[in-house]
């Protein structure tokens, strides 16, 4: 079979990809935790955070966090280059202490969620989120 | 009082029972002589709701062979339990004797002589005749279909699909959900939906742009049956976008989305259901797992990784069933429940021995009808087999060892890559190959083979990523499937290990040599997800292949060392 220049270049399967491993969490993660609580321990109820287990796209993955009476919630991608994505402070005033947004991911890698409770303590949620090549299916 | 843990201990010994009336008990020659449609049907009719499940029938509207595979291992928790086990452990754990029916139909080895002993297995007439056969006991069954319906043969390609939704409407199912649907795009899936007689189900089809549930798939569908008040809920394939080109179908998004599952369980429960059904594409183990997590399901009709089950099995209160795939079994599950519980279940998994369930002389006429445009270039005979072809395995199946070595040969590469797809009827040696055989193993709307160049250290990457797709211990990470399949390249894997460490010792088969990580290597392949791709299509470059050949023969492939499992 004949093969042209043109089909050479036509890169498939996972040759155009640049994933690589999972990526560990960037050492500034714990010293910006450190900073959020002020050093102060933290439980794991109180905050959930919904995010997909595979991104169909790592360049948009979709998240939420809620934690009922919390005062402020910091979501951190803990493999990206600059792990901090986003702190929502919710006012006295604030129906509902949730919030949706889109994030970037440089890899597979935990994004975690810090609360700060309505009684001042703190609380934590991570999920893996795999970002990956895919290409089989049953 | 018993409680209604017990009452599911108790019907599940009952369904054994019914199971092994079905399975197992007949000898070899007895078999074959009185092997019987009334037995295959036999069931004695049971509470007050029945269930009908077929699932990933890939557009085989014709009896076929279909091997199951002697490698499908299990990971973290599923390791060792089914669908885990496999040949004659498998026949062991379910009493299924040696050489019997039983053995043919759900598990590997002796294929080759079984199948000329027992013959072809499914068609879609015969799946209608049991299917009238369940509702003349039960005229309000209920009929769910998992979805992979429209895509997997010469005559669905060619038709997009038409061909499956006509002789589908011929069976009236009541709902389905999907996969490999929307890699027909989403204007033809639209299309197709908008006119369908029956629901189109997906709690987890979401819009891509504002993450909201998708308006043309409704999460899920009451039913009234038997005077049960029935909530069937829908859940397409988690990882359609990734394991699939996205581009085909950019408006929606998917994922597993168990907690939505939860909020429609906790909904329909509210709206008054008395009975949850679950018509799923996870695959089991993620099936497994959302069980543990999603309080409130009844029964789970699991599809997606092509496991057939002679008994469901149970998470908690939830019952899980596997129908297997390509048109070979049917699933019936009859049920009682009262008072808006389920109080017991007995269930059948059918396998549709073609030679002896009698067509449905009206299905027969309306596949013929979608076939005849095409018949000739069906027909049309590429060459010889003279060793067994099938395709489910872990690591390889004979099928894509041939595929690799057209990919190899007709495309001039130093290594092949062909997907892990666990579709795909078998031949047994002896038989001709004819066109329509090549499409059943490749159609696609994505087939384009393409040859490119890829260093030693991208190739690692690509391995290590399909590999952690299979054997992630989570199964929520899982994507179904089986790994890529290689040719002229070797490798070492270790289930156990996580992702980056799996593979080793990778070679290049041609030389000998250890892949260098960081040369460039000739690589040809088919099925890539990413949109402009270019070359031949897959079915054409095998075509080629065994027109050259004339009579192929296909040795064992043992490039693959496997540890850990």
């Known amino acids: 079979m004949d093969f042209t220049r043109r089909e050479a270049l036509a890169i498939g399967g996972a040759a155009a990809l640049s994933f690589v491993l999972p990526l560990r969490a960037n050492a500034a993660v714990d010293d910006l935790i450190a900073e959020f609580t002020g050093g102060a321990d933290i439980g794991d109820s109180g905050v959930e955070l919904t995010a997909p287990e595979i991104a169909e796209n790592g360049n948009t993955v979709p998240i939420e966090v809620s934690a009922p009476g919390a005062s402020a919630i910091m979501v951190l991608a803990a493999g990206n280059p600059t792990p901090p994505v986003a702190t929502f402070n919710f006012g006295p005033l604030a129906a509902s202490q949730t919030a949706s947004t889109r994030i970037r991911l440089a890899g597979t890698q935990d994004v975690i969620a810090i609360a700060k409770l309505e009684d001042g ?8 989120v795999k970002v990956t090549i895919g290409g089989c299916g049953g | 009082m018993i409680s209604r843990r017990d009452f599911l201990q108790v019907s599940m010994a009952a369904s054994a029972l019914v199971g092994a009336s079905g399975f197992g008990n007949w000898s070899r020659l007895a078999a074959q002589q009185a092997l019987t449609q009334e037995q ?5 009719t049971f509470g007050n709701v029945s269930l009908i499940h077929v699932t990933d029938i890939h557009a085989q509207l014709k009896p076929i062979y279909f091997r199951e595979p002697s490698m499908n291992i299990g990971v973290g928790a599923n390791k060792g339990v089914v669908p885990h086990v496999t040949g004659a452990e498998f026949r062991r754990l379910y009493g299924i004797d040696d050489g019997s029916p039983s053995h043919y139909a759900l598990s590997s080895g002796d294929f080759s002589a079984l199948a000329r002993e027992y013959g072809r297995v499914g068609g879609l007439d015969r799946v209608a005749t049991v299917v009238n056969a369940i509702r003349a006991d039960r005229p309000d069954a209920l009929l769910l279909d998992g979805g992979d319906t429209w895509h997997g043969s010469y005559t669905c390609y060619h038709t997009e699909g038409q061909d499956m939704v006509n002789a589908m409407n011929g069976l ?27 629901a189109a189900l997906g709690q987890n089809i979401f819009d891509a742009e504002w993450d909201e549930p998708a308006e043309l798939f409704p999460p899920y569908k009451f039913f009234e049956r038997g005077g049960v008040k029935i909530a069937v809920i829908g859940q397409a394939f988690p990882y359609m976008p990734i394991a699939n080109p996205g581009w085909m179908f950019p408006e929606y998004s998917f994922g597993i989305r168990d907690e939505n599952m939860q909020a429609m369980v906790d ?38 990784t092509h496991d057939a089950l002679p008994e469901p099995v149970l998470v908690g209160d939830t ?11 049917v699933s019936r599950v009859d049920l009682n429940v009262q008072n808006g519980r389920m109080m017991g279940f007995r269930h059948k998994l059918i396998p549709i021995f073609s030679d002896v369930i009698e067509p449905d002389a009206e299905m027969t ?35 894509d060892n041939l595929i690799c070595d057209a990919l190899l040969s007709e495309r001039e590469a130093e290594i092949a890559l062909s997907p892990g797809v666990r579709w795909g009827p078998s031949l047994i040696p002896g038989q001709d190959i004819t066109r329509e055989d090549i499409w059943n193993v490749t159609s696609m709307t994505y087939g384009e083979a393409y040859r490119s160049e ?75 997800v990413n949109e402009g791709t270019e070359g031949p299509k897959i079915w054409d470059v ?8 004339g009579t192929v023969t296909v040795s064992d492939n043992d490039s693959v060392t496997v540890v850990g499992a």
């Open chain 1, 121 to 128: 303590s703190f609380a934590r949620s991570a999920k893996t």
């Open chain 2, 40 to 44: 295959l049907l036999q069931f004695d």
């Open chain 2, 172 to 198: 009236k199912p009541d709902a389905m959900t999907f996969h490999w649907e929307f890699t027909l795009g989403s204007d033809r899936v639209a299309e197709i939906v908008k006119g369908l007689r029956f």
């Open chain 2, 267 to 304: 909904e329909v429960r509210a709206q008054g259901a008395e009975l949850v059904v679950c018509l799923s594409h996870n695959g089991f183990d993620v099936d497994k797992k959302m069980a543990g997590v999603v309080k409130g399901i009844d029964v789970i009709l699991s599809g997606h």
């Open chain 2, 319 to 329: 019952i899980i069933v596997a129908s297997g795939s390509n048109g070979k079994f």
């Open chain 2, 365 to 399: 006429a309306l596949i013929d009808e979608q076939r005849a445009p095409y018949e000739a270039e069906l027909k049309e005979v590429i060459g010889q087999t003279d060793s067994l072809l099938y395709r489910r395995g872990n690591f390889d199946g004979s099928w």
């Open chain 2, 454 to 528: 890829m260093s030693g250290e991208m190739l690692k990457i690509v391995l290590e990523d399909v590999a952690d797709n299979i054997f992630n211990p989570d199964p929520y990470y899982q994507q179904g499937g089986d790994m890529v399949r290689t040719g002229g390249l070797g490798y070492r894997i270790d289930i156990s290990k996580p992702q980056g460490e799996r593979i080793s010792d990778m070679t290049l088969l041609k030389t000998g040599e250890p892949i260098d990580p960081g040369r460039n290597y000739v690589i040809a392949g088919w099925a890539s």
């Open chain 2, 542 to 549: 095998v075509e080629a292949h065994i027109a050259k050949l």
